[in-house]
């Protein structure tokens, strides 16, 4: 299917490229539309309506000669007002930075930078921090330019490529009567090399070149936007019944190692349960049963595939109605280290794998209530030496196992911050993270500080944001003071700074 949409674009772009070239030599044109696939009871005339377009625009945009001969699944071109092209900007924290500068030299507001990154506050930057400063247009789109012949060079940019940023945050919402399909695209960042970008997508060089008509592989330019072949959105497996306002599936893909949000907004109130991944959903229900959350936390091994979520809504009456989605799981991206280190140093994989079974335990618990507020707070004032997901290899091992936090190169002693409001849970002497303390946030969110020195909490202790929970050191397995941070969902252990990042839910 999405490979038809492709082609579709293709084609759409290939006859503005044509249309537009004699008369416009100098200009850049912007044509922009989006795609509605064609539900069952829709008419060309409704569908207007919904855009707010006379049916006759969109029949001439798809070549309808014969306005009841659409059918149910087709996908329609809806043509939407040319805006003028907006490039994304971003911009790389450096130390010493604050919001505020950042904003004043680029010419915005604290407060635009703060929406555009989803920052709940203006300190929550870090250094190497890559921040939005103008976003691009998240409606698919197509730009023809005025070459008339694509050189070696730029004949990636040249492709007319919709923009959906697979990290921008965007939402993919259901309706009842609609289902807008975008293309999948990447944004290369710095650094990337399609090489990188294939393992990310489960996808041969051969495919993404082909896919992007790249001439040569191996020049990517940063910002470069590239359809990922073989990414599909996610897919509703049966029609939504009439009591579902909206379901949000967030991000468009999932990412291995990180965590991701549906949202179901109903008419009435009801019950949902669901499945997604082999384990049981955790529903959050809110506003009387109207609104629901489930936070997902993505284990970092999972085969890259296509997966079925399940959910059941149950109605005060009993009656009970199935909903699904297939949703697909992608690499993270994290990168790969291969480290050597003598025999004595390597620890038994048993006694790593108890620990962590006991953390995955300890942290499956579920409470209904939630104690932070849009996003984490950093858990030091340090600088980040080591990233989460990073796949290592030990003296020629195979890459299976992975960097399970995030390492702040903290001096000893260094003040350890509580990144949320919670209740400690747990403070113990563990053989590989040492001094440990686990938070409890609330609706299956928790956090863990390793590798104290000193812990200043006790069992059942109730800590707020920002509040000295313990100081830097280097007990258990650890080659130097630093502290070691993690943050698990349900049992699952997630990247930290997608929620320093981002709001949740
Ligand atoms: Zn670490």
Redesign the pocket.
Known sequence: MTKHLIKSLTLLAAALFLAGTPIQAQETSNARFTVHVVQRGENLFRIALKYNKFAEEIADANGITDSDSIAVGQRLIIPLPAGAPQEQITHVVSAGETLANIATAYDKSVSQLMELNRLAAADLIYVGQELTIADGDPIARVETTGSSQPSASNAGKATPVPAIAPDAGIRHSFSRTGDLSQVFVHTVQSGETLSEIGLRYNQTIDALARANNLADPGLLSVGQRLVVPGIRLPQLTRELPESVIAFTIDPLVFSAGRSGRIELLTTEPVTISGRFLGRELRVIAREAGKRHNILIGIPMFTELNVYPMTLELRNEFGQSTPIGANVQVIAGGYGRQTIRISDSELLAPEVEAEETALLALLTDRFTPERSWINSLSLPAAAPIN?VFGILRSYNGSPFDRY?G?V?FAGAPGTSILAAADGIVVMVDRLHIRGNTTLIDHGWGLYSLYAHQDETLVQLGEVVATGQVIGTVGSTGRSTGPHL?WEVWLNGVNIDPMQWVREVFP
Request: aromatic share 0%.
């Open positions: 080591a960097h936090g390492d070691h």
